[in-house]
């Protein structure tokens, strides 16, 4: 089997899909797409195809090793993320090929569907009473929420009590009948993020994510030794070598690799399981399409400390399109009690509705993060 043509299709709200075709009539597809650059991941992929054309893809492991230390360079979010979608199509390919979803060919599953959450409140939270109580009608009994907009590193008691009386009136709300993960999203500087922990510990929360900005591991780890929460560490770390650091360090008792940035099933897989060994929680991150939540939960179904899986249904993002739009009727995801069942078809599980993805291509889209200032006109981070 040799890979004859690698096909990138850029859609609605902000994804980048990969298929990657072989001489044997099977194809797998993959997501290798970075929030706001699409069209440089496009690109990339074409550059990768001049490596790969031709190869066996269910050499996966030494494809991965070959584009990951070739030419010098490597990490970063744009190659790990090209990586990542590529490596998804090929395990895609190889599980097809075999007749069996992924996670049989790295061991079988430790569990059959695995817990999930949703975001509400938007970048800048907004009806997150509403959001939540709205959520756990559809049956979730988790959620995750950005708790403030533009935060400077030094800010008012008025905004920190604004931040507070928000969350509290929402833990009011929603009493114990869900879990609350509170996102920092990497806007909260160290002297926030200190006092912002300690005002916070009373509501319990499931964990805190990117107290500070993930270049800042010392500063998390400090963080971490004095806060009763665990923190949350992931997105944008891209690949084992970054999650060095947080597991020496200790800086994390979560963390969230994303699948479609870190190195695709291959990577997570190995992260995943390094992260049992510091006895560190694993709750990939996918704020994305079909193609990478149906990578994440294959990862999930080996990895035991995988105890929850972000996903992206229905949230702000996706107005222009949803998981649901590029996926064939029934072969797409099965949501029950909270949980996400672990996709039992061929390859990623899932089957893509390559038509609805050629047309939707036809538009694309040209999604980009927003730029927030503060209130000096000094660049915010988002």
Known sequence: MKITA??????????LFLKVETDEGISGWGEPVLEGHAETLATKISELADFVIGLDPRRIEDIWQMLYRNGCYRGGPVLMSAISGLDMALWDIKGRALGVPIHELLGGPVRDR???YCWIGGDRPENLIAGALALR???YDACKLNICSELQIVDSYAKVDGIIRNLFELREAVGTSMDLAFDFHGRVHAPMARVLLKELEPLRPM?????????????????ARATSIPLCIGERLHSRYD??????????????????????ISEMVRIGHW??????????HCPLGPIALAASLQVDAICHNAFIQEQSLGIHYNQQGDLGDYTLPGRGFSFADGMLAIPQGPGLGIEVDEDAVIHAAQ???????????HKDGS????
Request: hydrophobic share 50%; aromatic share 12%.
């Open 6 to 15: 690698l096909k990138t299709y850029l859609v609605a709200p902000r994804w």
């Open 114 to 116: 695995v817990r999930t």
């Open 137 to 139: 009608d559809k049956g």
């Open 207 to 223: 964990f805190v994510e990117d107290a500070v900005v993930s270049t800042m591991v010392e500063t998390m780890a400090d963080l």
């Open 243 to 264: 999650f060095k650091r947080v597991f020496e360090l200790r800086a994390a008792q979560v963390i969230n690799p994303d699948t479609a940035h870190v190195g695709g």
């Open 275 to 284: 992260a049992e060994a510091y006895d560190v929680a694993f709750a990939p």
């Open 363 to 373: 538009t694309g889209h040209r999604w980009r993060a927003p730029v927030w200032r």
């Open 379 to 382: 660049i915010a981070e988002w």
